[in-house]
C-alpha cells in the first residue's frame, strides 16, 4: 500500500480513506472535519483530493455509487452542508447520484437549484463527528 504524503498535507490518502471508512450508513461528515481529525485544519483540499483518487464507480444512469474497500466517499460532503465534488461534471449527473446515494441512506437532501443541493436543517444532526 502507498504512503505518499500530498502536497504540504500531514495526512496521507490512506489516513483519509480509514476515516471515511469509519462513517456509518446513514451519516455524513465533512473535508474539513475530516482534515481537523487528521491534524491539518485547512487541508480539506487535501481530503477531496485524497477522495478523488479512490476507486468509486459512478453509475450515473441508475443513480448510485460503487465504492471499493468500504470507503463511501459520498458521504463527505462540504462544510456549509452542500453536496460537492466532482470536478469534471458538467451536467450534475455525479451529484445527483451523490444526493440520491444519501437519500437512500435516509439523510434529507434539499434541492435549491441547478446542481445545488444542501442536507436539510432536521438533518444536520446527522452529522458524524466521533472519528477515532
Known amino acids: 500500500m502507498s504512503t505518499t504524503k500530498l502536497k504540504s498535507r500531514n495526512f496521507t490518502k490512506e489516513d483519509v480513506w480509514k476515516k471515511v471508512k469509519q462513517i456509518p450508513l446513514g451519516y455524513f461528515s465533512t473535508y474539513q472535519k475530516i482534515a481537523e481529525v487528521l491534524g491539518s485544519p485547512r487541508g480539506q483540499q487535501g481530503v477531496a483530493k ?25 458521504r463527505v460532503i462540504n462544510s456549509d452542508f452542500s453536496v460537492g465534488g466532482y ?7 455525479q451529484i445527483r447520484a451523490k444526493v440520491n446515494m444519501l437519500r437512500k441512506e435516509g439523510i434529507n437532501i434539499i434541492e435549491l437549484g441547478k446542481k445545488k443541493y444542501v442536507v436539510d436543517r432536521a438533518d444536520r444532526k446527522k452529522m458524524f463527528t466521533s472519528f477515532k
Not at 477522495?51 to 463511501?72: A, I
Not at 470536478?87 to 449527473?93: C, P, S
Open 50 to 74: 485524497s477522495l478523488r483518487v479512490h476507486d468509486c464507480e459512478l453509475d450515473t444512469s441508475n443513480l448510485n455509487v460503487n465504492c471499493s474497500n468500504d470507503v463511501h466517499c459520498y
Open 87 to 93: 470536478v469534471f461534471d458538467d451536467k450534475g449527473e
